[in-house]
């Protein structure tokens, strides 16, 4: 008989039942696991791995490697980068990849594929930035599964690569040698976890163990991009660590497979330099990356290659070439941006290294820094170049004055003239400002003999009289901020009055013709070229005096740029080429104390002999020096310190007895104190608390002879002595008036006439005058004169309370960092100062109390060009004037308006970042 049942029963509805039987059923039987397993494995494990590889795709494609620098191990963006973007944003692939894995732990429970669905949870969240939670998976699944070594290594390998993404360099390297111990007994699927611990290798600048690690992770089988790259960072690492013979064959190895194009090129580039290297070639580099262009693959990576032709000229000494090429790589850039960038800074520094154009590179570092990604690496010290530049500009400027000052000054009489003439007299044509601007042959001896109109000087001679660059840039600029004036008299004023206009006709219309000297317009009158050039010879450094003076402006600007390359941006080694150069120049030169410890100090742990010579060069010529003593004893530093501490100590104890007025108590405390520290700073502060003490108890003849002690003792003090010059010449002005007087000085009598000397009460607020919840004032117009820049807003920092617009009031503030000092002895110090140095001035000085800061503020000054008038003034006598330690107070300017919003520290703070971003 014939199984009907059997012929009629259709095997697709048996396997849609037991398929339908197995998502909807969830026990524990041999059954229901086999089909937990199947449905788990290919309707959920299988289609998540495919939504990862379709999102590793993606982001293979879209990554943009910095090949400027070790490329990451993975494709994970950098944690710089996941800083900016939001961690856990929407991605559909990756939370459909969460839903598949949440949907095996919840309806799958009996399959064999939960840790799998952990992991799975793990990758999605770490690709999403989620590193914290993805770490937490992680270690749920290397715990929960350690019995799998396989997991638990997989598990392991990845929290490690979580908590690296989170910064938590020690406990990733922690995990990684927990995963390293476990996996000796795993002989398969190591790829990724060797490639890790190469990672976090890399991270420490352990690059030797890098190698090792990548070499046995290469060797292993592995996703094949993820081995080309791997073998790519190798062959980066065996570049830097000198294995240039490896390093070669592992490029070779990269450009033959099938890396991705940008990777292949890089391969090529450096496959090419290295093959020079190894080879010793010095012809034809240049042809065989030109070569490159050829290919029409390369179109796109046209700059990059002109970029390394720049680097190969630039080594081999050939600047110019370099330049060139640098310059060709900027014009071809079409979608590198950071490789503009870096085209932009080895053009500023040529310029600012090897060409002295500063105004040139202060262009170039601008657009450096406006391109540069900020985590790029040294970024911050470009942007302080960048910054900073100025300060170094006006001082080589400086230089290249008076080294073209003596050089003329050199010429015989009889040819001088003639020279500064055509020296001065301006260009009708602009020569090529592209070329290479330096002051090189300035110091060269055989200078004078030279004619100064050759083409090389012409182009060479970095003098702003002559320096078309500087002048092209500068009536540029000058157009941009005042717009097209004449040269005449009250060229800013653009309303006049009747008479003005009227005067300016009789005068024969124009006061003077435009001057555009290099650029193609008109030339000055014969009468401003005559007084021009009258200036120039006048100010010619003829005689010995004048040579020393010229000479110490030298001496003082090599200095001032050596302490600003060691000092702020930290460069020891341009340092030591200033030092070394002035050292060279002016052998005898009076900082040479000062040059000799700081290049002991600079070649310490680099070139211990020469360390060693200029330690010896201080202790043997300098042994009562600072720096010697500072040598032999190095707490002596420490010791000076708490000395200077008890020293402020001392004189606010004299002036608190004068304040009391204990007039005798003051005179033997002001006594001892110079006795024992004559040469101390504040001797003349103490002198003159002792004759003021003198002139409130005795007649006018012993004040007299005080402040003729102070002046004859301290003839250079610029604190006192002018102060004590102007009472000398009131008492003269009124000397029979003090004769009648029982003592010289009456005690604050309300009803006497005020001595110089006493000021005038100021009343003392105990907190800031501050508006609650101000309402913004609308910024006044600015005046045509006198534009601000506006700055571009950087994206990245919160918008300042503070404002740069043009104000009618600034202060000069005293930040002193701690609410509880006493202060009336440095402010009286600053009144001394400001009345023996600005006597007609009516400056006023102010005290306001903060929580934890008192600021003292001098009013008030007109505009700011006034205020940093006062403030360079006042800067080196601070530390003299101020009785408190120097790490607790500073100066600064600041607009009337911005000062009111000064109500704590944070905002102290806040306020000099602004400072150092606006006003350079």
Known sequence: MKNYANKNLNPFFILISIFIYGCVANKDTAVDRRFQNLTAKYNYIYNANVLLSEYNENLLQSYNDNYEKTLPVYLDPEPQINLVLTPGAANKQLDDVIIKGQTIINDKSFSNYIDDAYMLLGKANYLKGNYFIASEYFDYTAKTYNSDLKTFIMAMNWKA??????????????????????????????????????????????????????????????????????????????????????????????????????????????????????????????????????????????????????????????????????????????????????????????????????????????????????????????????????????????????????????????????????????????????????????????????????????????????????????????????????????????????????????????????????????????????????Q??????????????????????YFEIASFYQQELNDKSEANKIYLELIKRYPDNNHLVAIYYSLYLNYKGIDDAKSEQYKQLVINKFPESNFAKNILDPSYSAKQTQMENMAINNYNATFDAYAKKDYVNVVKLADDNITAFPENDLAPQYAYLKAIAVGRTAKVDPLLTEFNLITNRYPNDKIITPLVRDHLKYIEANLEEFKQRSVALIDFDANAPRFVSQAAPVDVPTKPLVVENPVAKQAEPIPVEKPVEVKPVDPTKPVSIFSNAKSEEYYYVIDVADATLTLSSSRFGIGQFNRGNYPDNDLEHKLVELDNDQLIYITSFIDLEDAKLYESSITGQLKNIMKVPANLYKGFIISKENFEKLTDRTRINEYLEFLKDNYK
């Open 536 to 557: 120039f010879l006048d100010a010619l450094p003829t005689t010995p005096v004048l040579v020393a003076a010229s000479d110490q402006k030298i001496i003082d600007a």
């Open 161 to 534: 690569r979580s908590q690296m993404e989170l910064n938590n360099m020690v406990l990733a390297d922690k995990i990684i040698d927990t995963m390293l111990r476990a996996s000796d007994q795993l002989k398969k699927d190591l790829a990724e976890p060797l490639a890790t611990a190469a990672q976090m290798r890399i991270y420490q600048k352990r690059n030797k163990e890098a190698i090792l690690f990548l070499e046995s992770a290469i060797a292993l089988p592995a996703e094949k991009q993820l081995r080309i790259r791997w073998r790519f960072i190798l062959a980066q690492l065996q570049e830097k660590e000198k294995n240039i013979q490896d390093a070669y064959a592992n490029f070779t190895k990269v450009e033959k497979s099938n890396a991705p194009f940008e990777m292949y090129f890089h391969a090529n580039l450096n496959r090419i330099k290295l093959r020079a290297l190894l080879n010793g070639e010095k012809l034809n580099k240049e042809q065989q990356l030109l070569a490159l262009l050829k290919d029409d693959k390369n179109t796109d990576y046209t700059d990059q290659i002109y970029y390394q032709v720049g680097e190969l000229f630039s080594a081999e000494g050939n600047f110019v070439k370099a330049e060139e090429n640098y310059h060709k790589s900027v014009l071809k850039s079409t979608r590198n941006q950071t490789q503009k960038a870096l085209s932009y800074l080895r053009i500023a520094d040529l310029n600012f290294k090897e060409f002295n154009n500063y105004i040139k590179a202060k262009l170039y570092y601008d657009s450096t820094v406006m391109i540069l990604p900020k985590n790029f690496p040294d970024y911050d010290n470009i942007v302080k170049k960048a910054d900073n530049l100025q300060y170094l500009t006006d001082r080589y400027t400086i230089i290249s004055k008076e080294d073209t000052a003596q050089a003329f000054a050199k010429l015989p009489a009889a040819e001088r003239e003639a020279k500064v003439k055509a020296y001065l007299t301006p260009k009708v044509e602009v020569s090529n400002t592209g070329g290479v601007i330096n002051n090189q042959f300035l110091n060269d001896p055989d200078f004078p003999n030279r004619s100064l109109n050759t083409p090389n000087h012409t182009a060479g001679n970095t003098f702003y009289f002559n320096n078309n660059a500087a002048i092209s840039n500068g009536f540029g600029d000058f157009k941009k901020r005042w717009g097209t004036r004449q040269l005449e008299d009250n060229w800013r004023q653009s309303v006049r009055s009747s008479a003005q206009e009227t005067n300016q006709v009789l005068a024969g219309g124009k006061v003077a013709t435009e001057i555009t000297p290099a650029n193609g317009q008109s030339n000055p009158t014969a009468a401003d070229q005559t007084s021009l050039e009258k």
